[in-house]
């Protein structure tokens, strides 16, 4: 009797497990353990400026084209950009940060070559509409967009911090008591997420950490479920395997738009949450794209609206269904998509709802908004269980101040306006700038969530990322990730705009003619991706 239990718990455990491991996503992106292992055993190995050229087995009159294109390229920087240079670089050991983003803007057996010829600043002097300045006085159009913060240009946000300080001067910076600016902010928010209570936090990453950790508290559940490639900030519960050297234990990282998915969601009883970063509908299941990852044209981006949302839907019943909490990740989209950001453009109904870098009005900040009964900090029928969640500088008084400013402009005719047909308006730019680059026969794409856009290249090439040198060389500020995220704030009216698509257009014209666009004829990516892994090998093994 006792053996027939056991057994049917047993085949029972299985039957969880093999439903677990359909619902992962099939390459390193959903198997966050085996990625993590797998990036251990990568060896370090370095082209020197002899193989730099040939990396792909490039024919001799391609290489001489790049080793010229390369030669001026390198002296151009040396010439323009001398201050601003020397002074990251002196930077560079005693802040860490500059010292990783410098390593890993390119593949990384390139890395030490380009860091030396074609050195990247760091610093900025000021910015100006839609454009940035740097220390030697260059100006370049703004396509950083300060990781997604910058919405409405810089200028915008200088005068929301002046107007900040204004309302919360009087008060100063003291903390614990509210400044009274904090109720109309709650007032508005409630109203913006559609949810019935907000608490405050001093980054996107918090207010995800408080997210979760309430839905543990009011579920009782243990796991966390984040889709394969979405990024939720940096703790670790939210960032498992590649980046963090702990394990996350309690956290499941799933096929997003899968059957085998909802399958686990409705049928596990450990899971407290499911966290949706709606960016990922731009390439689902692969992380943000950067241009260190870019060792042939294999990266993808494409957003299919109406699919996406139907699958957010699926996803809402089932976690509803199932008592999980969906909590809409928006600190990058809030704001950006549409007036009520992702949940309005993709139409979801959250449970929980994060915000963070525009909302802050150019400080920062992170917010949770929540249905009541999960907001909650104790339980009244358990005094002495209660959810703990503070910060020194939640609600900081400058902070509110900001946001006020930020809240006004968003409830604002001119708003509205600005909202009215922006997705159609973003999309018909990038539409414009892919119908050039396509009649030009060139090799690069965009791909674009509104605003944000993402470069693909349609031709196997191992040196794409080359084209954010030619960029910046342009007069075109990209983030370190280079060419995987360019984010345009809604200050680029047309003039602004046109310009930054022929300076583009202009760059991919240089990288192409200077031979970075192509292969060896008939080389696929699939040939390029296994050349990089027989480097991978020989090095592994000490053959170069
Ligand atoms: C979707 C999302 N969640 C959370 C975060 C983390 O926010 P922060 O960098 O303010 O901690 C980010 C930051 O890029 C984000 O894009």
Redesign the pocket.
Known sequence: MLGAAGLSLAAQKGRARLRLSRAKHKGLVGHVRMAKRAAGLVPPYAFDRAQFFRADGAADEVVRRREQGFARLSQLYRERFPDTVARTAALRDSVPDIAFTSAYRVPFPFSPVVREALPAGGFWQKSEGVTLIDLDGNTFYDLTGS??VNLLGNDVYKAMIARGVETAVQLGPVLGGLHPVVADNVERLKAISGLDAVSFHM???EA?MQAVRLARYHTGRSHVVRFAGA???WWGDVQPGIGNPVPADRTYTLADRSEATLDVLATRSNIACVLV?P?QAMHPNSQAPGDSALVNSSRRAGVDRAGYSAWLKRLAETCRASGIVLIV?E??TGFRLASRGACEYFDIRPDLV?Y??TLGGGLPV?VLCGRADLMRRYKPERPADICFARGTFNSHPYVMGTMDAFLDWHGSAEAAALYQGVDERWNARAASLNARLEAGGHSPRIANLGTVWSVFYTRPSRYNWMLQYYCRAGGLALGWTGTGRLIFSLAYGETEFGEVADRFVRAVEGFEADGWATAPDGASDRDLGHQVLREVAAAKLGLR
């Open positions: 990781y997604g980054s996107g990453t995800v990024y939720h900030g970063n960016l990740d600190v990058f994060t963070g870098k992170g």
